[in-house]
């Protein structure tokens, strides 16, 4: 982030490789962290793996799969590192859900963790009326605590730093990631119970570090403009680090 000096993850959620790796080229100088739904591709096949790859070199750029697993840790395991996809092999990040408790973890790391992985819990969902709230987040923020060796972070709506914690527990060295979803400078939601929030609301009022965003930088279309994707990653990541500058420097 502070090397290239954005705090912005582009989603990609896109089913033709061929646009898939030509969002990430134009928006690779501009984003921290690609985010990918490696399963909607239609046209998959080991070589777009190659090619993000070196597209995550060429831009210096994490790559980030938005797995969301969500079950027992033998399974999770076994998806996490096999099957088609193999996206232990490749993808930097990953996430989960907190909804089987702390062995969705403990499955997840025993691949992760000797690969130098890093997993992101989801403690709060953008969606209206998503169920993650009150002793949900909490129980979602202990068990990232719990395995500070391989979570780095939340999916979050708001900043976790003092979100069930317990009297003494010693959070000063606690540095966990927020990256929140649900960003859009012109819409506010979409007709599927998406809900945004503009970068400043997210970034600077709420505590949150990385804004996910994805139709607002590659639109609806099926016909890919990369000139307006360049312009729209662009803007998305001003308005993000100027957020970020400004809640940093407070
Ligand atoms: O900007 P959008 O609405 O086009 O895309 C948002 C992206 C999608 C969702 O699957 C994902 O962010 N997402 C997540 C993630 C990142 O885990 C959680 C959530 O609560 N809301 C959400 O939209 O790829």
Redo the contacts with the bound molecule.
């Keep these: 982030m502070e090397r290239k000096q954005t705090n912005l993850s582009v989603?990609v959620?896109v089913t033709k490789a061929k646009d898939f790796l030509a969002i990430i080229d134009t928006v690779g100088p501009f984003v921290c962290l690609i985010?990918t739904?490696i399963d909607i591709i239609e046209d998959f096949d080991s070589t777009v793996i190659d090619r993000l790859q070196e597209l995550s070199k060429k831009h210096d750029f994490l790559i980030f799969e938005?797995r969301?697993f969500a079950d027992i840790g033998n399974t999770v395991a076994l998806q996490y590192s096999s099957g088609v996809y193999k996206i232990a092999s490749w993808a930097h990040i990953t996430?989960a859900h907190a909804v089987p408790g702390p062995s969705i973890v403990t499955g997840l790391a025993s691949i992760g963790v000797p690969l130098q992985r890093g997993l992101i819990l989801?403690a709060e969902?953008?969606?209206k009326g998503?169920l993650t709230t009150g002793s949900y987040t909490e129980d979602a923020v202990r068990m990232a605590r719990a395995r500070r060796d391989f979570v780095i972070g939340f999916?979050a709506q708001h900043r976790m730093e003092t979100i069930g914690a317990s009297e003494g527990d010693d959070l000063a060295d606690e540095d966990f990631l927020v990256?929140a979803?649900?960003?859009?400078l012109d819409a506010k939601g979409?007709a599927m119970g998406?809900q945004y929030r503009t970068p400043e609301e997210v970034v600077l009022a709420c505590g949150c570090d990385i804004i996910?965003?994805?139709?607002?930088i590659y639109g609806k279309s099926d016909q890919l403009n990369t000139e307006s994707v360049e312009e729209q990653a662009k803007r998305y990541r001003s308005a993000g680090w100027d957020a970020y500058k400004k809640r940093v420097s407070l």
């Design positions: 989603s959620d985010k739904h938005d969301k996430n989801l969902m953008s969606s998503a999916i990256l979803p649900g960003v859009g979409d998406q996910i965003v994805g139709r607002g």
